[in-house]
């Protein structure tokens, strides 16, 4: 299972450790939602949330402000009892002297962020998902072409390497290559990146190591791009009839999200830059509303009909 230490939360969010008392080394996050415990804090604990961070705002501290000592006391028992996995002050504001108490009690870290709770709630949410995101690593290359993330697959020494060589010369930029991490951000993204150790680097049989960054300029690289687009290069067969219109779509299940897929048969000859440069503007012409498969279809139909009418008359 990812998890998220408690010391790159603190650095990326800017927190402070409101109790140092509490050594937030060892403590993990694994679930990637926040929760605010207004009703938590009245008493109210069904269908509560407690593996999330629980942040207080402004409309949680100033209702706290305005109960007695002892009320809050016993709110505040209740609430950290609960095996949360840390509290967060929002807005620079400083827990209450029994916070603190109780949160060295229950060994529970108590943080405070400088920023509104609105802006620090929706970071933190899209962080978070980013760092606990389910993923996966495969082979291929990832290359964005025209803005449309390309995962180019197929097996070993097909040309993938070489293929994405030729785009990033065509002004392209080389996002990964030989393994691509995939990350799922969401229900309907793909984030793929490169390992760090191979970021930006090329193997080129015959040739070696290729620094992409050094050799091509850093306007060829990208640290990571939403998968669009999978094209699976495969030798030509020609016992296999590939499709020649365009009307049936595959897709790649990656993730449980399904990606449109083009299967390329390679053969001597076969400019494959320009034929993933074509399927990528293709792809984003689809997504605009317009299919030329569609369009010829169309015609075709149509003129078959007229030619009927004509031949009925």
Avoid at 68 to 85: L, N, Q, V
Avoid at 121 to 136: K, Q, S
Avoid at 237 to 259: A, F, H, M, S, T
Wanted: net charge negative; glycine share 6%; aromatic share 6%.
């Amino acid at each position: 299972m990812e998890e998220i230490t408690f010391e790159s939360l603190m650095e990326h969010m800017e927190l402070r450790n409101a109790v140092p008392e509490v050594d937030v080394s060892g403590f993990v996050l694994t679930v990637p939602e926040i929760n605010r415990p207004a009703l938590q804090l009245t008493g109210f604990y069904e269908h509560f949330s407690k593996n999330r961070v629980q942040v207080i705002g402004n409309v949680e501290y100033t209702y706290l402000n305005t109960i007695s000592a002892e009320e809050r006391a016993k709110a505040f028992e209740a609430f950290i009892s609960k095996g949360i996995p840390c509290v967060i002050f929002t807005n620079n504001n400083e827990p209450h002297d029994i916070v603190k108490k109780l949160a060295i009690k229950y060994n529970v870290p108590v943080l405070v962020a400088d920023k509104k709770t609105s802006a620090f709630t929706a970071e933190i949410i899209r962080w978070m998902r980013v760092e606990l995101a389910p993923n996966i690593s495969i082979h291929g290359v990832l290359v964005d072409v025209y803005g449309e993330g390309v995962l180019i697959t197929g097996e070993s020494g097909i040309g993938k390497s070489e293929a994405a060589l030729e785009l990033i010369r065509r002004g392209h930029r080389l996002v990964s290559d030989d393994v691509v991490k995939i990350s799922r951000i969401s229900d309907h993204m793909l984030i793929g990146e490169a390992p760090e150790i191979t970021k930006h680097f090329i193997e080129l049989r015959g040739i070696g190591i290729i620094d992409i960054k050094s050799l091509f300029g850093i306007e060829c690289v990208e640290d990571s791009h939403p998968i669009d687009l999978v094209i699976k290069l495969k030798d030509w067969d020609k016992d296999v009839q590939y499709d020649r219109l365009g009307l049936n779509v595959e897709y790649e299940e990656i993730l449980g999200k399904k990606i449109v897929c083009h299967t390329i048969p390679i053969r001597p000859g076969r400019n494959l830059a320009v034929i993933v440069e074509t399927a990528a503007v293709n792809h984003r012409q689809k997504k605009m509303g317009y299919n030329a498969a569609e369009e010829l279809y169309e015609r075709v139909t149509n003129n078959i009909a007229k030619r009927r009418m004509q031949d009925d008359n």
